[in-house]
Structures are given as C-alpha cells and as structure tokens.
C-alpha cells in the first residue's frame, strides 16, 4: 500500500460532529488501494484500553488521486479515542495519530490513538434546512425587470435589449423584482439572491457610498420592504449582498480623509501610504486596482463594528434572510467570526454565503460562513459537458474531490451554479448548445447542496464575460410557448417538490455509457440519469419527472431523464458501484 497517501486529521473535515452526540468520520487512501478493508476501532476514551468497538468503514469515492472512506458514527458518550484498522491483501495494520502499527498496544493506546475529546454543541456547525430545500435565483436588478415608471429615468442610457456596456443603465428595479414573483414561484424558485441595492453610481452597485440607503434607481426603503413582504408570503427566501471588502471613493468617511488626511478619525479605518491617499500613483489599497474603491481595514475594531451594524440592521429592520459576501475571502478571519455572532443571534436561520472561488475550508468550520458560491462545481461542469466525448468517471472524480473538501452540512448548503454576474454566460461557454446547457442545469439541480439559477438562464440567455452577462432579460421568452422553459420549469419544480432531493444521500455512478446522480431517501430513490454515449440507452422504470431527449424509452446521447422509484423494486442496474 501507499502509506504516505493515507491521511486523516481529528477535529476537521475528516472529523466532524453533525449533532450534539452523532460524528462524521472520513480516512483518506491512495487511489490504487481502493480496494482496501477499513475497520473503525473506537471507544470511549477513559476506558479505550479495555473496551474497543469496530465497525467496518464503507469506501465512499474516488477523486484524480485518492480513496475515500466515510462512516456516520452515533455516539453514547462524545469523548471518543479511535484508530483505524487497514487491510489490503496479505498487508494488515493499525494507523493512529502515532502512525503505522503492525499490533497495537491498547493500554498504552493514550498516548496515540486520535481523539475527539467533546462535542460541544455550540460547535457544531448547524445547517439553515431550507438552503437544500428548493432552487435559489440571482438577480442582476438592473437588467431583470422595472416596475416603477414614475421614477426619474434621466439616468437610463440603454435600450432594454441593447449589448450592455460597463457604464450603462436600463432601469431594472425592486418594484420589477415584486411583479415578477408569482412567475418565480411558479417557476420553482424558493430563494431569491439580489445584487447590491444599496447607493452607488455604477450599475452593479458593488461601490457603496451609503450603507443604510436603498439606490433611488432601484427604489426606497418601502420598496424593499414590500419585495420581502410579498417574497415571505409565497414562501421565498431574500438574500442581499454585503460589500464589506470595500467601499465607494464617495462613502463619507472616505471622503473626510481626503480633506483631511492622518487627522482624520476615519484614516485608519482603511489602509493608506501617506500622509493623504492619492489616485495616481496610487498609495491605498483598493478592490483590484480600482481607485474608486478603497479597500475596508476589516483588523480594525472600529471598522468590524461599524460593518456589523449594518449587517444587523437590514436583518433587524428588514427580515432580510441572509447575506451573500462579496469578495469574502480577503477579509479578516476575525471579523466574520464576530459577523457569524452577530448574524445568527439575530436569525440563526439567515444563511452566510461567501464568495470564495477556490478551497475555502478554513471559513467553512462553522464559525464563519454557511457555505460558498461554488464556482468550482461549475467549472467541473463544464468541463463535462463541453467536450464532444462526455468523461464521466472524470466528473465524479472531481465531484467526489468537492464533496471532500467539506463536512456534510457544508455541501448541504454549498451555492452551487453554473455561471453568475462575474462570468460568461454557460450558453455562450458551450457554443450556443441548448441541449448542453439543459444537461448542466439537470446536473445542478439533482446534485446535493443548494443549486443558483442565474437569470434569464432558463430562457437560455447568452453573453460573454462581464458586462455581456448582464443583458437585459426578454420576457416574451418566459412562458409555456418556449419548449426550453418549460423543460427548465419542470427540472426546478422537481428540485422543489421531491424532498429525496433536498436530504437524500448522494452516489455518483457510471455504467455503460450513462452518468447517474442516485440520491436515496428511505425507501424512494430519485435518480438522474444521463446519456454520455454515442449511441441511444435504454432508461429503466420508473416515474419520470423531467426529461430531455427521451423518445419512448430511449434516452438519446445527451439526453437525461430525472427518474424516481422506490428501492424495493428490482431494476436491472441496481449492482452498479
């Protein structure tokens, strides 16, 4: 075996407590050693010496590099002391915190054994239940829908449809939003994920100048609180973005230190070489390299508490149910921490989603963030369904690698998606194939976690990278006469309305040219099943709830079929593994 492959670590993503007494274990082997025998030897701590139980561990996945084996552990009493007992062949031993053992001296087993000492329950990471229960929709205001038309409308400088530019306003506002909720929900849509609102000069409002006013292009206050009035009734969730990396050039204290330079109260609240900031050169940190935005001191205590209070206010006043983060991940550790307390004593409910494109484990521990947007599963996605030759085996070995990452509640609540405001649209990124981009969707929607509809996608919008993504949205599209949306339609309402999609357990296969995302509740079985052959694939019984492609009870290449059954019935793939 490859020993210097196999790794675990207590207290982590392979070692975690999904309730006051109940653990996830997970232990890590090299790929060539999938086959391996991996027996849990565990027990309470105090009397380990003389009293082990084993259970066997089940082999769960493979990624491009490693095996994975994983167990849901209850637990009588939470001081657990474990090690792990590998076999592979005529090879055989014990792996501890101490290392590797051909016996193990059990007495003595204190001093190397892993360990969770307690689980306390304000530790553990507790999951928002309706993150996994439906479909979110972001919405990119400016161009999704306008609503009120006794507003000025001297600053609109576009045609609705017109190709965007990174200056240009059409008009979108939180009045369009309202009108157009009874279509979100017959859409499917259970949460909705709203681009800043807040006073700004740009179009995407990402460049605040005042924290506590809702942009007059966009609306007022009554207007926001109406959308969430309306939201809340039809059982819609509303999350905002918080912008707390950095601010507009214009925010007001920003603006006194350059009156007034280092005399400023405000100078350390962000971080300045010079007596004064200047914009050429440049001598302030900033978002990228944007002068116009000044990058927050997020170590200062002033700074976190003046950011907290408005995260706590739009809960506090508004209901709102939850915050997306903007550019989360180069923000202080500390401060989300303290934003975390804040946030979930307000509304332990509100979800805390941050924008991290890669690894972003250590915010995802439970004392920080809910989840991410998970721009890694889009990419995995796509790199599946823009090839000619579909590989699945490489779409579960990534897939697999991302479930890894993080603990169960974590992929529970992870916003998965397929493209958003800050990139090409998919449509664009596979040439235009609608077939693919329903493929993506299908996969996005059956797969664990919380799946994001960016708009306009399921009219199949196109566009290139920011501010092409950003068209406005044509809703003569939208509607029963559009074979694609109502295709889309179906998928989302079935995310909504089969709970073995929302708290099934996940198995990623493949067989015979057919990629199959089986999600198990009970005994119901949810199961979408995709075509990556060349050829047609004959699709077993079953309920079928959405599909695309399917000619009788063909599935033909391309095509998927979201198919549901009970376990007791005996279908001629069920020794797939």
């Known amino acids: 075996m490859n020993r210097a492959a196999i790794f675990h670590e207590p207290d982590s993503r392979y070692c975690f407590a999904i309730s006051n007494d109940t653990l996830v274990l997970r232990l890590r082997l090299a790929k060539e050693d999938k086959e391996a025998e991996i027996e849990l030897v565990y027990g309470m701590k105090y009397n380990y010496h003389n009293h082990q139980k084993r259970i066997k561990m089940p082999f769960v996945g493979c990624d491009h590099l490693h095996a994975y084996y994983e167990i849901c552990l209850p637990l009588e009493d939470v001081r657990l002391a474990y090690i792990f007992h590998i076999k592979y062949g005529e090879e055989c031993f014990y792996y501890s915190e101490g290392g590797f053992f051909d016996s193990y001296d059990f007495d003595l087993g204190y001093q190397t054994y892993f360990q969770m000492p307690y689980i306390n329950a304000i530790d553990v990471h507790r999951p928002v239940e309706w993150m996994s229960q439906g479909t979110f929709y972001q919405i990119f205001i400016d161009r999704f829908a306008r609503g009120d038309f006794e507003k000025d409308d001297s600053y609109i400088d576009m045609d609705w449809f017109a190709k965007p530019t990174s200056r240009s306003f059409a008009g979108g506002d939180l009045a369009g939003v309202c009108q157009k909720l009874d279509y979100l929900e017959d859409l499917g849509i259970t949460a909705i994920y709203l681009t800043p609102i807040f006073k700004s000069l740009s179009n995407h409002k990402y460049d605040i100048s005042d924290y506590y006013a809702i942009d007059p292009q966009f609306g007022d206050q009554i207007s926001l609180k109406n959308l969430i009035k ?267 309305y089969e709970e073995c999609l929302h708290k099934g357990n996940t198995r990623l296969l493949s067989k015979e040219g057919t990629f199959i995302i089986r999600r198990e509740l009970g005994d119901t079985v949810v199961e979408l099943r995709v075509n990556d052959s060349k050829q047609p694939q004959v699709l077993p019984q079953g309920e079928v709830l959405a599909s695309h492609l399917l000619e009788q009870h063909d599935l033909m290449p391309k095509g998927f079929a979201l198919l549901k059954y009970s376990k007791r019935k005996e279908l001629t793939y069920e020794n797939v593994n």
């Open 230 to 496: 309306e939201a809340h009734l039809r059982g819609i969730k509303v999350v905002l973005d918080a912008v707390f990396n950095h601010s507009s050039y214009l925010l007001p204290e920003f603006q006194d230190i350059l009156k007034h330079g280092r005399k400023s109260k405000y100078y350390e609240w962000f971080m300045i070489n010079g007596d004064f900031p200047t914009r050429k050169p440049l001598n302030y940190e900033t978002f990228a390299t944007v002068s116009e935005m000044p990058k927050w001191n997020t170590s200062n205590p002033e700074v976190q508490d003046y950011l907290l209070e408005i995260a706590a206010y739009w809960i506090r006043e508004y209901q709102i149910d939850g915050w997306r983060l903007d550019v989360s991940d180069e923000i202080s550790h500390d401060f989300w921490r303290r934003f975390r307390k804040i946030v979930k004593e307000l509304n332990p409910d509100a979800v805390i989603i941050g924008e991290n494109w890669h690894d972003a484990y250590p915010y995802l521990r439970g004392d920080q963030f809910d989840s991410i947007m998970n721009y890694a599963f889009s990419k995995a996605v796509l790199d599946y369904v823009s090839k000619d030759d579909f590989d699945s085996q490489v779409l579960i070995e990534t897939l697999t690698n991302l479930r890894m990452r993080n603990t169960w509640q974590v992929n529970q609540m992870n916003l998965n998606l397929l493209d958003s405001h800050d990139t090409h649209r998919f449509l664009t990124q596979v040439n235009g194939d609608k077939d693919k981009l329903l493929l993506a969707v299908a996969i996005l929607l059956a797969f664990e976690g919380s799946p994001c509809i960016y708009y306009g996608t399921e009219i199949a919008m196109s566009g290139g990278y920011d501010p092409d993504c950003r068209r406005g949205f044509d809703w003569e599209k939208a509607g029963v006469a559009n074979p694609f949306w109502v295709t889309m339609r179906s998928l989302i309402n079935s995310r909504k």
